[in-house]
């Protein structure tokens, strides 16, 4: 007798094309760290902001077209973005100058592109970026417009990308496609008497990512960022003549610091995000804060190659600060993400643990300022022990990111029962 149950589907991993295609995250992200070498005084971290969540949302349109494809994919199509975001990497460094143009129309591009590959009357529900490219239309009109508001257009189309995330809903996409597309096709009751026929509303496919393929893509993308702060260590450490003491415990506490990460990340997270729980926030959602969680890795990579370039003395104020405001960055995203899902109590408890390490990291950037950079760095290695380490016998950590999943499932238990 046959059985009737169905096979579980089969475990997506990236193919070798995504992984080729990642690949120019690599040079994405140290051409964007340069950005933050000199200083950096609040206009480079702003321009840094922006242009990092511009080259990111780039990356992840063409991330979900292969997830959502899967063996559909055209290499030729990754082929093409790939070549557009490494004219947007090398356009950084002259960004402000001559190569300004060239960094707008590959995005407005890449934007485009990342749209155009989907058939028509599909619906990307989680990922409404994929089809709704509102946020690239400031940028376009900046190729017309002079510094300085040229730049303010650009924090404009990424503000405009950020609410689109936040606000969409599947509801509501679906509802703003259907009336796009009534739009093009001119639909409107037909005259004659009211029992003419009355055109059928066009038909629509909803397009579901991979969740488990997606988070093992953003995973992979934290690794090469982490991997960024490995090159910034080994780069200034190569550039000192004399190797003593001091050094080597700069450099071992920032490959500390970016081990501890990795565990908080991809051991005891989901999707790269430190803390965040499977299922806990719609993909869209859980997307933008990767984006906000890396953008501050790849500062904390700029700011570690300048302690080790400075092991023997404190750190230049701005990179100081930096290297605090990133740390409390990362340390904020994952109390974001430790919240949805929690009960009221965990709440207290996730709120005991994660925002004494904010506090401290946002403390130690003003108190901290005349430590040496060995000092500062062993002060943030103990925070990620921290939060690795804690366990008040509420619930224990488990290496699937499901720290307190235990204690829930528990009292479900106890209701159902």
């Known amino acids: 007798m046959e059985s009737t149950e ?39 971290i702003a321009l840094y902001g922006v242009l990092y969540l511009a080259f990111w949302t780039a990356w992840a349109g063409f991330a979900v077209y292969g997830d959502i494809a899967a063996a559909a994919t055209r290499v030729r199509t990754l082929l093409v973005a790939m070549l557009g975001m ?29 749209g155009r590959v989907w058939q028509r009357g599909s619906v990307i529900v989680d990922w409404p970026l994929a089809q709704f ?12 417009v002079e510094p300085p508001w040229r730049y303010w257009l650009w924090a404009l189309g990424i503000a405009v990308d950020i609410v689109t995330l936040l606000v969409s809903t599947r509801d509501r996409t679906l509802r703003r496609m259907a009336e ?36 093992e ?34 450099g071992l506490g920032a490959f500390g610091l970016l081990a501890g990460i990795c565990a908080l990340s991809l051991l005891y997270g989901t999707n790269g995000i430190p803390h965040l729980r499977k299922d806990a926030l719609p993909p869209r959602l859980a997307m933008l804060l990767h984006a906000v969680t890396t953008g501050f890795l790849v500062a904390l990579a700029t700011a570690l190659g300048s302690a080790v370039a400075h092991f023997d003395d404190v750190l230049p104020k701005g ?5 605090c405001g990133a740390m409390a960055g990362y340390f904020t995203a994952g109390v974001v993400a430790a919240l949805p899902l929690a009960e009221r109590a965990d709440r207290v408890w996730v709120l005991g643990w994660g925002l004494p390490c904010v ?33 008040p016998g509420r619930a224990g950590m488990s290496p699937s990111g499901r720290w307190w999943g235990g204690r829930i499932r528990s009292r479900r238990t106890a209701r159902i029962g």
């Not at 990179?319 to 290297?323: I, P, V």
């Open 6 to 44: 169905s096979a579980a589907p089969a475990e997506r991993h990236a193919g070798w094309n995504e992984l080729f295609f990642d690949l120019v995250v690599v040079a994405g992200a140290g051409q964007l760290a340069h950005l933050l070498h000199e200083g950096p005084e609040p206009a480079d």
């Open 86 to 114: 490494a004219v947007m990497a090398a356009s950084v460094h002259a960004v402000l100058t001559h190569h300004a143009v060239t960094f707008v129309v590959a995005y407005v591009a890449l934007r485009w592109q990342a």
């Open 133 to 144: 490219g509102a946020g690239s239309l400031p940028w376009l009109v900046s190729l017309f």
């Open 180 to 215: 796009g597309m009534a739009a093009r096709r001119g639909d409107r009751p037909p005259p004659g008497p009211p029992h003419a026929a009355v055109p059928s509303p066009p038909r629509l496919s909803e397009s579901r990512v991979d969740t488990a393929h997606m988070g």
């Open 217 to 250: 893509r953003l995973g992979l993308y934290v690794i090469i960022v982490l991997g960024e702060g490995v090159i910034q260590i080994i780069d200034a450490a190569s550039e000192r003549d004399g190797w003593d003491l001091p050094l080597a415990a700069t």
């Open 319 to 323: 990179q100081h600060w930096l290297l």
């Open 359 to 391: 506090a401290v990291a946002v403390a130690l950037a003003p108190l901290g300022v005349r430590l040496p950079a060995w000092a500062t760095i062993g002060i943030l290695v103990a925070l990620v022990g921290w939060q690795i380490l804690y366990d």
